[in-house]
């Protein structure tokens, strides 16, 4: 670990880092077990992410739970999924107030049962004052639907008169947006060796860095975390200029 701690450059950290935490599936499959096993090991690589957050000093991060589109799935996946939100979200989510990380939600919450809603906002209430960093759970998740969300709110705004066509610029778009309160995403990282953003942050990542990983989501550590730092660190960000 300390190999990776040296390599890192303190003045050159990403603000907002986001995850796609993919291949708990394919990692239970490969030891003959249900996918929800993996599903099931995949908290740990959570906390070890989140730990080296804290270490490096990242402010933001938006780890991708649950998609729209991972609604399709078959029904008995969804509510072992559920299941486990429930019965970790509890003590899990306490574990992170007590490291005084703010936690919030984005995405149609409203789609989970009343139980699990109920046990998210509480915790988005009681982080709200929490000050060591932001802690981001997409949930029922899908970044076209948040444009067309916002798309709606506006067109319903400029409609009933409250605002007009001109008032309409990238910041007040934004500002529609579940991620309004956030800073742009610098590095996204991706596991399992798939290449595709998946509906993730479409607007948010527009100049975001691309990081893909073959490792399967439930294998990744702490060290996994600081090597996607470390190969950030050394991108040349140019959003269009030259130099
Ligand atoms: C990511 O792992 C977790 C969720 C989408 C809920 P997957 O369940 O997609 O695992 P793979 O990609 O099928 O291996
Ligand atoms: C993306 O992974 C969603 C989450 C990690 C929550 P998926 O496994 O659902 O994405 P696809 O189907 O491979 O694009
Ligand atoms: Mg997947």
Known sequence: MKNFLEKIDYKNIPHH???????NGRWAEKRGKIRTF???????????????CKELGI????LYVFSSENWN???KEIDNLMYLFYTNSKNY???????NIKIITIGEIERFSKMI????????????NNT?????????????????RATKNIAEKVCNGTFSLKDINFSFFKNHLYTKDLPDVDLIIRTSGEYRISNFLLWQSAYAELYFTNILWPDFRKKDFFEAIINYQKRKRRFGNIE
């Open 17 to 23: 880092v986001a995850i796609i935490m993919d291949g």
């Open 117 to 128: 809603q109920k046990e998210l906002l509480f915790f988005v209430k009681k982080t709200k």
């Open 73 to 75: 799935r078959p029904k």
């Open 59 to 62: 402010p933001y991060i938006t």
């Open 93 to 99: 989510l306490e574990e992170i107030h007590e490291k």
């Open 132 to 148: 060591s960093g932001t802690l981001i759970l997409a949930l029922s998740y899908s970044g076209r639907e948040e444009i067309l």
């Open 38 to 52: 993996g599903h099931k090991k995949a908290i740990k690589s959570i906390k070890e992410t989140l730990n080296g």
